[in-house]
């Protein structure tokens, strides 16, 4: 099936996604994201078709919205493979070069600011501003600055005074 230039040149748009660099608007399936280690050549060894079912059933459409949605993506996704004329390795390494595993999420600067305000303990300020000196690298035990907030961490209001 030939590449429908006009969905994948959209301005900020890839399948359906707004790609524009703002993470704050990215889906939330997005955010948390597993340790992945560069692999040179990546194989399928075995596949647990009762396993991959029931998470294509449950998981991917709770991700998506709906299979479709899914294999809509998927299939512009293969196309997009196929143009990049590089092997899956190479575009695995790229992607974990620019998409950071730790960014500075509300909750995490609620947080900071809190005990910055409240206690005068600078000491979490500190912390963020060294992980998110390195956001592409996984750094030893903090791992929770990747995750998206918990449903009791979450912040509804925000001000702009920076």
Known sequence: MP???NIASTRNSFCGFNFDNSFARLPHQF???VSPTPVTNPTLIAMNEKMTN??????LKDMFGSTQD???WYI???ER???EDSSLAEIANKMLSVNPQYIPRNHR???VIDAAVEKSDFSLMHELISVLNNPYSEQEDMQHYAHPPKNNERVHQTFCGT
């Open 76 to 78: 512009c996704w293969q």
């Open 70 to 72: 899914f294999e809509l």
């Open 31 to 33: 955010y948390a994201k």
């Open 109 to 111: 600067i609620e947080q």
């Open 3 to 5: 590449i429908d230039n």
């Open 81 to 83: 493979l196929i143009a």
């Open 54 to 59: 029931e998470f294509y059933q449950t998981a």
